[in-house]
């Protein structure tokens, strides 16, 4: 969580990247908070809590709707995979289909859900969010470094 470099890909400075921090700390378990934790991308939103430093047993606990999300549907995809050898194909083809659909529509669902509350909060305190944090001073150095670096390497 103190590499500049991880901070400023995973964009601690951006709007986006503050609405996700403002929600992963509100106290509880609430809906944004876990639909980030089961539908945000897996490696920004752990390395967002790390650098955070969020209460892992809550994000443990928060991820847990990632079972019947994906997990349960997965697995019986697998299991389904070696069905289909014995005896009735068909059937057990459209069931693993079917599992398939579902694990692809609970995780878009997910993901729907993160990107609406994502969307709300940065509505909502836009203000708030878009403000300069003397925290994040070294990451916005760095940006402006590798700006001048690329306009002088295009101007070259």
């Known amino acids: 969580g103190r590499s500049v470099h991880v901070q400023q890909l995973v964009g601690v400075d951006t709007v986006p990247t503050r609405a996700i921090e403002k929600i992963l700390k509100r106290r509880g378990l609430q809906l944004g908070k876990m639909a980030i934790l089961v539908g945000g991308p897996d490696w920004p939103t752990s390395v967002t809590c790390g650098i955070l430093r969020m209460n892992v047993p809550q994000m443990l606990l ?6 019947f999300a994906s997990i349960v549907p997965q ?6 995979l070696s069905r289909e050898a014995a005896g009735d194909a068909s059937f057990w083809s459209a069931l693993q289909t079917a599992s ?7 995780q878009a669902v997910a993901s729907g859900v993160a990107a609406a509350c994502i969307t709300l909060t940065i509505e909502r305190n836009h203000g708030e969010l878009a403000q300069f944090r003397e925290e994040h001073r070294h990451v916005a150095e760095l940006t402006q470094r590798q700006a001048a670096y690329v306009q002088a390497w295009d101007s070259v």
């Open 62 to 67: 928060g991820t847990l709707p990632v079972f």
């Open 75 to 80: 697995t019986m995809v697998g299991a389904l």
């Open 100 to 106: 398939t659909g579902i694990a692809a529509i609970a």
